[in-house]
């Protein structure tokens, strides 16, 4: 039996409460250091927020997280993409604790911000507050064990077709190179977090879009970290314009913002990303790039076999690498791709 996509798990009503709590001591806080009583929260039954923010007769949507970093900034960015769509009212997002550069983000987007401490930048109509300077240490970022590195390359896998779940542990082994232990382990994870679930003998892959919203953080902040290689340019600066003529070692593919640029045209890309094998000495033989501390190629140690486009990587990690880098031209790029492009499959 599936689980319905509105259903509330005991752990999503914990959630629920515990972001409600979150918002109550942010809106207290921000009473006491703004010496007004007219601000609170208000609790809502729409899905697509979590709570009305209200300062004086202005009611926010507000989203409600624990840490705000570049891994999860995007996925935050999109829904309030969709917000403002549906409210047309000023939104904020309220979080224990944000980067100060994405607070800077938020700005420049209209998106208003507020921690937990009372730092904050909401502009309304009628007036505005911005307050820095309230001290809050950063709470530290639960991770759940279903998102360990190994978890995050065999999920990558399911993710790439969903019906490699329904493989034996064995010939998912064979073709993934992980142990029969570290298989089932992720599988007990993914069920318990209602990922997978048993149909008619079979296991079948469920809720794909919320699993790969949270496989996006976890691979952007815990994983690919630790496959960054080096950063390369083109041995000569003309070649930098006609980057996508140059056809790539074997083992090697275009990502992120190279690998949009490729699939559909639309991002004209600042930063090209390549994933290659092993390391990124192929490429350096080819006499195109030369290594370069600041250099605006990014090399990442490629992290699964095959691939089914020549020179691009699968479109689903380039959807992922753009929601990683909280630039909202490549987020709006990343959107349009998960939209034509990933939910088709």
């Known amino acids: 039996m599936h689980r319905k996509r509105d259903a509330l798990g005991e752990s999503d009503i914990k959630e629920m409460i515990n972001k409600r709590e979150l918002a109550v001591t942010a809106a207290e806080n921000l009473k006491a250091l703004t010496r007004r009583n007219d601000i609170a929260v ?41 917000i403002g769509k549906t409210t047309g009212r000023p939104v904020l997002l309220l979080a224990n604790y944000i980067m100060p ?7 420049n987007e209209g998106i208003g911000c507020l921690d937990v401490a009372g730092n904050c930048d909401i502009k309304l109509p009628e007036f505005f507050i911005h307050i820095t300077g309230q001290k809050k240490q950063k709470p530290k970022e639960k991770q759940r064990k279903t998102f360990s590195s190994a978890a995050i390359k065999l999920i990558f896998y399911f993710l790439l077709n969903p019906k490699n779940v329904e493989k034996t542990y064995r010939a998912i082994a064979d073709e993934t190179g992980f142990s029969l232990g570290t298989i ?5 994870e993914m069920m318990n977090h209602h990922f997978i679930t048993p149909n008619k003998g079979k296991r079948v892959l469920i809720d794909k879009e919320k699993l790969l919203e949270e496989w996006q953080v976890a691979y952007n ?22 980057w996508q003529t140059f056809n790539l070692p074997q083992g090697c593919v275009w990502a992120g913002e190279s690998g949009a640029f490729l699939t559909d045209g639309y991002l004209q890309p600042a930063i090209l990303t390549i994933y290659a094998e092993k390391d990124s000495s192929a490429l350096i033989r080819t006499s195109k790039f030369i290594p370069a501390d600041d250099g605006d190629i990014l090399v990442y140690e490629k992290f699964w076999s095959g691939n089914r486009t020549e ?11 753009l929601m990683g880098t909280a630039d909202s031209r490549c987020i709006e790029a990343a959107k349009k791709l998960l939209s034509k492009q990933i939910r088709r499959h």
């Open 42 to 82: 208000k609790f809502t039954k729409r899905k697509d927020y979590d709570v009305d923010f209200c300062i004086a007769q202005q009611t926010m949507p507000c989203l409600v997280g624990n840490i705000i970093t570049h891994a999860n900034y995007g996925n935050m960015l999109l829904r309030f993409m969709e």
């Open 101 to 107: 550069s994405l607070a800077r983000n938020l700005a």
């Open 184 to 188: 089932k382990n992720v599988f007990s």
């Open 221 to 242: 902040s815990t994983l690919k970290p630790k496959l960054f290689l080096r950063r390369l340019k083109f041995a000569r600066q003309g070649d930098r314009k006609e």
């Open 311 to 321: 020179n691009i990587a699968p479109q689903i990690l380039i959807y992922v690498d």
